[in-house]
Structure formats: structure tokens, C-alpha cells
């Protein structure tokens, strides 16, 4: 018989307390505790490992980018070089070789040089552009050195540089052009002395001409200048100064004129050269 934990044999009664099963219960606990921690370790653990992965992830991604982004600019820079580089000389047609290298014909060899070295620097990266620059100035330098061997007459240049001359600067400021009325006056005049002079020629020569184309060539000055003093003084020396001239060029540079004959021939001839002279003075000198 079992009564309140007292129990009874025939071989005698014995005093059985309840079995107790706190301890059990504890330690169920903390085992059931520590596998929660565990656990929760566990999950953080994944938890930290995925968070490193996403940030080395992250981190690849970002050098990626940047390693692209500097090809991308490295590969830019590059394409604008190369374009750069490889710049159609725009001339590269053209035939004349001063028209091609920009240059005109009287530029000297330092010009041309200059305006070689620097169409080579900026063309560069075309070979064509390259070998038509420099079959331009091959043909320029070898034309120049024909020209110093063989040299010749310009007579463009030539003229230019008298019509620049201060002298003929100075003689071309004498003169000045009036109206066409008074042009066209004078000639009349001066025609109808020499028409006479060559038709009415006499013995003692076409003095009385002569002497008209005196008074004409000082009215004449006169009216464009209206001064006197000059008109005596242009017209005196104008008249001495085309006889003096007419018979140089007779004697010595122009032949006998068939067409004039006479005994007074070579005064006639004279005197139509001193027309044409008083003509120019009367007319034109300032």
C-alpha cells in the first residue's frame, strides 16, 4: 500500500518521495537555450557572410565601372587623336604648288619652308596630305634653282617696281587729268598746228607754227592753272624743252620719215614731236 509517499511491504514500509523532475525541466531549458543561440549565431553568421558578399560584389561592380569608364575615355581620347591625326590636307588637288602650300610666287625660300614645316605638322597622320605637301615644295625649290641658273626679265615685276619708284612717283605727281572738254580742246588745236605744219611747210621752216603752239601751250596753262606767272613760266620751259627733246630724238633714235620731204623735212618732224610734248604739258602737267 502506497499513501503519501509512504509505502508498505511485508517486509516492512519505506518513506518514497514524489520524483522531481525540475531538474530535467532545466536542463531542458538550457539545452533548448542553447540551441536558440546557436542558431541565432548561425543565422547572423549567414547573415554577415551575405552582407560581405553583396559588399565585395558592390566593390567588383564599382571597379568594373571605373575600369570601363577610364577605357572609355582612354579609347575617346584616342579616336579624337586618331581623327585628328588623320586630317584631309584640304588642298591636296591642287595643281599649282604656290596655290597648294598657300603661298604667292614671290615668297622667298624662309617663307617657303615655314609654310611647308607647318602644313607637315598639322596633316601628319595622312600619308597622301604628306606627299602632296611635299611634292609641292619639291617642285617650288627646283623651280627656284632653275630660275637662279637661268635668270629672266619680268616685266610685270620690272614695271612694278619703276612705277614704285620715287622718282616716277615724283614725276607722276607733275601731272593731273582735267575734264575731257578741255582734252579734247587742246588736241583739236594742236592737230590743226601740226596739219598745217606738214601741209604748208616753207622755206625758212614752220616758224609761224611754231610760234602758235608758244602762245597756245601759255593759254592753255593759264586756263587750267589761272596764274600767270606759272603760265609763262610752264609754257616757256614746256616749249625749250620739247624742241631741245624733239631734235635729240630726231639725230639720234628716229629714222627720216618717207612721207615728209622737203628741204625743211627735218624741222617738220621736229616740230610735230614738239607738239605732241606742248600738247602733254599744256594739258596735263599740274
Same mark, same amino acid.
Given at each position: 500500500?502506497?499513501?503519501?509517499?509512504?509505502?508498505?511491504?511485508?517486509?516492512?514500509?519505506?518513506?518514497?518521495?514524489?520524483?522531481?523532475?525540475?531538474?530535467?525541466?532545466?536542463?531542458?531549458?538550457?539545452?533548448? $537555450?542553447?540551441?536558440?543561440?546557436?542558431?541565432?549565431? /548561425?543565422?547572423?553568421?549567414? #547573415?554577415?557572410?551575405?552582407?560581405?558578399?553583396?559588399?565585395?560584389?558592390?566593390?567588383?561592380?564599382? &571597379?568594373?565601372?571605373?575600369?570601363?569608364?577610364?577605357?572609355?575615355?582612354?579609347?575617346?581620347?584616342?579616336?579624337n587623336? $586618331?581623327?585628328?591625326?588623320?586630317?584631309?590636307?584640304?588642298?591636296?588637288?591642287?595643281?599649282?604648288?604656290? /596655290?597648294?602650300?598657300?603661298?604667292?610666287?614671290?615668297?622667298?625660300?624662309?617663307?617657303?619652308?615655314?609654310?611647308?614645316?607647318?602644313?607637315?605638322q598639322?596633316?601628319?597622320g595622312?600619308?597622301? $596630305?604628306?606627299?602632296?605637301?611635299?611634292?609641292?615644295?619639291?617642285?617650288?625649290?627646283?623651280?627656284k634653282?632653275?630660275?637662279?641658273?637661268?635668270? /629672266?626679265?619680268?616685266?610685270?615685276?620690272?614695271?612694278? #617696281?619703276?612705277?614704285?619708284?620715287?622718282?616716277?612717283?615724283?614725276?607722276?605727281?607733275?601731272?593731273?587729268?582735267?575734264?575731257? /572738254?578741255?582734252?579734247?580742246?587742246?588736241?583739236?588745236?594742236?592737230?590743226?598746228?601740226?596739219?598745217?605744219?606738214?601741209?604748208f611747210?616753207?622755206?625758212?621752216?614752220?616758224?609761224?607754227?611754231?610760234?602758235?603752239?608758244?602762245?597756245?601751250?601759255?593759254?592753255?596753262?593759264?586756263?587750267?592753272l589761272?596764274?600767270?606767272? &606759272?603760265?609763262?613760266?610752264?609754257?616757256?620751259?614746256?616749249?625749250?624743252?620739247?624742241?631741245?627733246?624733239?631734235?635729240?630724238?630726231?639725230?639720234?633714235?628716229?629714222?627720216?620719215?618717207?612721207?615728209?620731204?622737203?628741204?625743211?623735212?627735218?624741222?617738220?618732224?621736229?616740230?610735230?614731236?614738239?607738239?605732241?610734248?606742248?600738247?602733254?604739258? $599744256?594739258?596735263?602737267?599740274?
Amino acid at each position: 500500500m502506497r499513501l503519501l509517499g509512504l509505502s508498505s511491504s511485508s517486509s516492512g514500509c519505506c518513506l518514497q518521495l514524489p520524483t522531481c523532475h525540475l531538474g530535467s525541466q532545466r536542463i531542458r531549458i538550457a539545452a533548448f $537555450s542553447g540551441a536558440g543561440k546557436r542558431k541565432q549565431e /548561425k543565422e547572423f553568421l549567414q #547573415e554577415e557572410r551575405s552582407n560581405m558578399l553583396c559588399s565585395r560584389l558592390n566593390l567588383n561592380k564599382r &571597379r568594373v565601372h571605373l575600369v570601363k569608364s577610364a577605357m572609355d575615355a582612354s579609347y575617346g581620347d584616342m579616336a579624337n587623336e $586618331s581623327a585628328a591625326n588623320s586630317a584631309v590636307f584640304p588642298r591636296i588637288n591642287v595643281r599649282d604648288p604656290y /596655290k597648294r602650300l598657300g603661298i604667292s610666287k614671290e615668297a622667298s625660300e624662309d617663307e617657303i619652308q615655314a609654310a611647308r614645316n607647318f602644313l607637315i605638322q598639322q596633316y601628319a597622320g595622312h600619308k597622301p $596630305s604628306i606627299d602632296a605637301i611635299e611634292s609641292a615644295h619639291d617642285k617650288i625649290i627646283m623651280q627656284k634653282f632653275y630660275e637662279r641658273r637661268n635668270p /629672266k626679265i619680268d616685266i610685270k615685276k620690272k614695271m612694278r #617696281e619703276v612705277n614704285q619708284s620715287k622718282y616716277v612717283q615724283a614725276v607722276r605727281n607733275r601731272f593731273q587729268t582735267p575734264s575731257q /572738254k578741255f582734252i579734247i580742246k587742246t588736241s583739236l588745236a594742236f592737230l590743226v598746228l601740226g596739219v598745217l605744219t606738214v601741209l604748208f611747210p616753207t622755206e625758212e621752216g614752220p616758224t609761224l607754227q611754231v610760234a602758235i603752239s608758244l602762245v597756245a601751250t601759255i593759254y592753255f596753262v593759264y586756263d587750267r592753272l589761272k596764274s600767270k606767272i &606759272r603760265a609763262f613760266l610752264y609754257g616757256a620751259g614746256a616749249f625749250v624743252a620739247s624742241w631741245l627733246l624733239g631734235t635729240f630724238l630726231m639725230v639720234s633714235v628716229i629714222p627720216p620719215i618717207p612721207l615728209i620731204k622737203g628741204l625743211r623735212a627735218f624741222e617738220v618732224t621736229t616740230s610735230l614731236i614738239s607738239y605732241v610734248l606742248l600738247w602733254v604739258s $599744256s594739258t596735263y602737267l599740274r
